[in-house]
Structures are given as structure tokens and as C-alpha cells.
């Protein structure tokens, strides 16, 4: 049975659309990462070969870490395939064991993961074979190289990221619960990298380090450029030690998994939620409530009024919830990381002073946000469609600006309570260290500055999800987006006017505060709001709304049974049809 299984999630794989864009886009990343001179990611300069062993494992060490976001689409989505798309109790009455079901769904999102991943090793090799690039700069193809990153790299972290992948989607059958997996990797991943500055503690750093890299290069720092060129890394000491220890950690995830899971449709949280409404007295009588009339309003208040109802609905709902808090928490164990291993400077204690505390908050949390609003912006847009209400709501009598500006909104609130959080704790930790000069307006200037890049991403999220028409090429989207920026510096394409979201520094002195840096720094970011403008009217234009794909086919097929010289006449009245059997009138000919 778990043969077939298998067998059934690689044909559902390979007919995928999206499986096919995703390695498509990896593998051009790996293309463009080996074939471009411009490109120096994974360290191939100076003497060092564009194709050496210690190159290639650490392009592949970097990308494995990425591989979080194929185990939270892929893993995460085929672990809840059954319980979104309502046929879990199809299986679930089989004589299909419970080890057989699990293993073949976790299996079937590895492969994938896997498989995306071998793509991204065969663009890497096609890149150095072009003939663009210069001979004297490539050596053999090492072989040997590629084989040891996916034994001893790639493929750990994929079982890793997966198996918790796996566990979070089991248990509580949510993909928003799924993705705080992904927030925590990168989180653990990024506390480890600051590690690193001490040396005392690089050793710790080497064994919580998900992925395996701070291993590695506490293994080649010292290596001469002959030894990169022609070694590999020897799996002993503490890279052993990493391997060992999240292997361990992924075989109990496992075993967590097995054990939490449920054959309900509800999941953990949502149990004790479904006990509690059972717990609560039912109404022995229904009150009589008198109807009050009512007239439908289409003006521009009550838009006005659709629109905040709806983002405050959205804000509350994502701000309440326990993925959020947990995302939260997760931010300020960031924040107080980089603020306890960073604020050092050789070997000097610096005062926690207010524009250190915000260069601390900004670059705790830049990855982090990017990660929020990517994903959120996801979960906000299709959470009708997502929650099966989509065709009640779109028949609202709104127009599609609402639901676009609600949702939009309720992100950039989102952002908004992530940084006054980060604020607040900042302003802990100095009271806390004995310094009182907490300076409250420049919290308030600096936290302003640093909101209306991500406002911007977050407009370009809510767009890539929108003209997607797909929650998950949406992402992959913003990935790639994320990848050509850092790109695009590298082909000397760092102009702001092309940047997207770009704008010039803002550097702080004590002696005249922001100076004159502010007012160019405002003009670009004017210039981008006016760009991310033209984005909304665009998503507002392409916004998801009316009945699916499939029901416009059913019309279609309805209308072509009409004789072809009516079949002009016949549109109005399967649209009319339509909408009257939607609304429960009795059935009549259409033609």
C-alpha cells in the first residue's frame, strides 16, 4: 500500500503545473548562479575555481536552506490536500494503515522537495559548462562534490524541515500553523549566524545551526585556495555532531507526528474549540426579535464603511490568533538575540543608545518581516476561497476596491504591531541595562522610515497573489522577486530608479539628527508609492471574485446545446438562469 501511495503522489507531481514552475525557476536560479560572470555567490573568486568542491557545497548548503519553503508548499499541502479538498474520510475508511497513509504523504512531499533540488544541482552543472565563461576559471566537474552536499547537506535538511513540516500541518490541520515551522527555521538559523561573532561560542553555533553551514565553515576558514579547489569537507567533529543531533531531532518529529495524529477533520486546536461549543448550554427558546427595515446602501459611506469593517475583521482575526502570537514571540527572541550577541563592539560594551536600538530592531527583523508579509499576504487573499465562502461573499454588493484595501490594510497592521512590539522591547531592554534617555520621538521617526519599505513589499505581495490567480505561485513569485534583487546588484543593476522600493540612506547623527538625507529619501519613497498605486489599481482590476473556472465551463457547455442562430440570445438567459437557481428558483428552459 505504501508503494502505491508513492506511486500515486508521483504521478499527482508530475502532472503538476506548479511542481514544474517551481523547479523551473530553481533551476534557472542554479543557471544564473554558475553560468554568470557577475555572479560571485558561493565564494568562486580570486583563485578559488567558479566550480570548485568547496563552491558547490556551499551553493548547495545555501539553497538547502531555502528548501524550508518547498517542504511548507509541497510537504505542508500534500499533508492537507485530503482535509481541504473534503475526501480524508475516503481513505480513512479503507483498511489502509495508518503508517502507510502518513509515510505516503510525507514521502510524496520529499520526493518533491528532493526533486526540485536535483533540478537546481542540474542547472548549476549546465551553467559551468557554457562557453561564455572562461576556461582558465573551471576545473573538472566535481562530481564527488554534488554527491556529498546531498548526502550530508541537502537532503538532512530536507528530511528535517519536512518532518516538521508534516507535524505542524497533522496536528492542526492549518497551513498558517504550517508556515510558523518555516518562520522558526529561518529564526534558529539566523540566531546561530550570530553565534558566529563570538569565538567562544562558535561551537554553539555549529550545533543549532539547522543547516549545517556554520559546521562547514567552522571546517574550511582556514583553508587555502588550493584546498578549496580540491577538497571536501570531513564529516567528523562537529559537523558529525550537527548531522547526528537533527537527524535525531527529525526522527522525534516524526514520532510526533505519528503520535498526534487524528483521522478527525478538526485537528488539535480546533478540538478543544469543538468541546467547548459542546460544553456551552444550548438556548432552550429562540427571543423574538422584531425586524427592523432596512435599505441597501451602494453610496460611497457605506463603502467607506464595508471597507473598515472589512479590514478591521481581517486585522482582528490575524492579530488574535495563536500563529501570530507565536510569530510574535519569535520576533522578539530574535530581537533580544542580535541584541545580546551584537552589542559588542571590539570587545567593548556599547550603551544601548535609541538609533543603536533601531538599527537593531531593523536588521532583527528585516528577514522576518519579509517572511510575515509573504506569507500573510497568501493567507489574506484567498481565505474565503481557502475557508469554502468565497461565492457568499463576492456576491456582497461591494466593489472589488474593498476587499482589496481591507486586506490590505489589516497586512500593514500586521507590520505596524510587529514593530511597535519590537519597540516596546527594545525600550525594555534599555531600562533594563540602566539607561533612561529613551528619546520617544526618534522611536516614532526611525520606526516610520523603516515601515514604508515593507508597506511597499507588501503591496507588490498582495499584487503577485492576485494576478497569480494561485496562493502558491504567489509565493514562488515573491521568491523570485527576492532572488533577482539581490541579482540585480550583482549585474551592476543597483540604480534606485529600477529598484523597486529602493530610496537612499537615511544615516542618523546625535549632532543633526537625520539632516539633510531625509528629503531625498522621501522623494523616492514617493516615487515607489506612486508605482505601488498603479500595482493596487491592477490588483483591484484582476481581483478574484464571482464563481469558478469550472462553473463558467458548465455555462459554456449549456450555451453551445443552443441552436446556433439563437445562441446570441441565449447568453442573457443562462446568466439570468444562473443566478436565479443560485438563488433558489424553480427550474426553467433556458433556450
Known amino acids: 500500500m505504501l508503494g502505491h501511495l508513492l506511486r500515486f503522489e508521483r504521478r499527482l507531481l508530475l502532472g503538476s503545473g506548479l511542481f514544474w514552475i517551481v523547479a523551473l525557476v530553481y533551476g534557472a536560479i542554479g543557471f544564473g548562479a554558475m553560468a554568470s560572470d557577475n555572479v560571485s555567490f558561493g565564494g568562486g573568486v580570486g583563485n578559488v575555481l567558479r566550480n570548485a568542491p568547496a563552491v558547490v557545497v556551499t551553493l548547495l548548503g545555501a539553497f538547502s536552506v531555502i528548501s524550508v519553503l518547498l517542504a511548507t508548499i509541497f510537504v505542508g499541502g500534500i499533508a492537507l490536500r485530503d482535509f481541504e479538498q473534503r475526501t480524508a474520510e475516503l481513505f480513512f475508511v479503507t483498511p489502509m494503515k495508518k503508517r502507510d497513509y502518513l509515510l505516503g504523504r510525507f514521502g510524496g ?40 552536499s546531498f548526502v550530508v547537506l541537502v537532503i538532512p535538511n530536507l528530511l528535517f524541515v ?73 564529516l567528523t567533529g562537529l559537523l558529525l555532531a550537527n548531522r547526528a543531533l537533527w537527524l535525531g531531532i527529525t526522527a522525534l518529529l516524526l514520532i510526533g507526528a505519528f503520535a498526534l495524529f487524528r483521522v478527525d477533520r478538526e485537528g488539535l486546536v480546533l478540538r478543544r474549540r469543538k468541546q467547548a461549543e459542546a460544553a456551552a448550554p444550548a438556548a432552550s427558546t429562540a427571543a423574538r426579535v422584531p425586524l427592523v427595515p432596512v435599505a441597501l446602501r ?53 550603551y544601548p543608545v535609541t538609533r543603536q536600538m533601531l538599527s ?82 526618534l522611536y516614532v521617526k526611525g520606526i516610520a522610515l523603516e515601515i514604508v519599505p515593507f508597506v511597499l513589499m507588501a503591496v507588490l505581495a498582495v499584487f503577485l497573489q492576485v494576478v497569480s490567480g494561485n496562493k502558491f505561485v504567489g509565493y514562488l513569485l515573491m521568491i523570485v522577486y527576492l532572488v533577482s534583487r539581490f541579482a540585480m546588484t550583482m549585474y551592476d543593476f543597483d540604480h534606485l530608479l529600477y529598484r523597486y522600493g529602493g530610496a537612499s540612506r537615511t544615516p542618523y547623527s546625535d549632532m543633526n539628527g537625520y539632516g539633510h538625507f531625509i528629503g531625498p529619501h522621501l522623494w523616492f519613497r514617493a516615487y515607489w508609492a506612486a508605482f505601488a498605486v498603479a500595482l493596487l489599481a491592477l490588483a483591484a482590476a484582476f481581483w478574484p471574485r464571482g464563481t469558478s473556472l469550472a462553473f463558467r465551463d458548465r455555462v459554456r457547455e449549456r450555451a453551445r446545446g443552443c441552436a446556433a442562430d439563437r445562441a446570441a440570445s441565449c447568453w442573457p438567459a443562462v446568466w439570468s438562469r444562473s443566478s436565479r437557481s443560485a438563488a433558489g428558483s424553480s427550474t426553467t428552459p433556458m433556450c
Do not use: C
Request: hydrophobic share 55%.
Open 109 to 148: 512531499g520529499l520526493l518533491a522537495a528532493i526533486g526540485i533540488m536535483l533540478m537546481l544541482a542540474l542547472g548549476l552543472w549546465v551553467g559551468s559548462m557554457m562557453p561564455w565563461l572562461d576556461a582558465t576559471r573551471l576545473g573538472p566537474t566535481p562530481w564527488t562534490a554534488y554527491l556529498w
Open 162 to 234: 519536512s518532518a516538521l513540516m508534516f507535524l505542524l500541518a497533522t496536528a492542526t490541520r492549518s497551513m498558517l500553523y504550517t508556515y510558523l515551522g518555516a518562520i522558526a527555521f529561518f529564526v534558529l538559523w539566523q540566531m546561530s549566524d550570530f553565534l558566529t561573532r563570538d569565538l567562544d561560542s562558535r561551537w554553539i553555533a555549529a550545533l543549532v545551526d539547522p543547516s549545517g553551514s556554520n559546521a562547514i565553515y567552522d571546517h574550511m576558514r582556514y583553508w587555502s585556495s588550493a584546498e578549496l579547489n580540491s577538497r571536501l569537507p570531513e
Open 298 to 350: 451602494t453610496d460611497r459611506a457605506a463603502q467607506w464603511k464595508q471597507y473598515l469593517h472589512q479590514a478591521a475583521f481581517d486585522l482582528r482575526g490575524a492579530v488574535t490568533g495563536a500563529p501570530f502570537i507565536v510569530m510574535l514571540l519569535l520576533g522578539l527572541l530574535l530581537t533580544f538575540s542580535v541584541l545580546k550577541f551584537s552589542g559588542v563592539m571590539y570587545g567593548t560594551e556599547l
Open 360 to 441: 537593531t530592531l531593523s536588521g532583527s527583523l528585516n528577514l522576518f518581516l519579509v517572511i510575515v508579509v509573504t506569507f500573510y499576504a497568501g493567507e489574506l487573499i484567498w481565505r474565503e476561497r481557502s475557508m469554502r465562502v468565497s461565492e457568499a461573499t463576492d456576491a456582497f454588493p461591494a466593489p472589488n476596491w474593498v476587499p482589496l484595501a481591507g486586506k490590505l490594510t489589516a497586512l500593514l497592521g500586521l507590520i505596524v504591531v510587529l514593530f511597535a512590539a519590537g519597540a516596546l522591547f527594545t525600550i525594555g531592554y534599555q531600562i533594563a541595562s540602566g539607561y533612561t534617555t529613551i528619546e520617544p520621538m
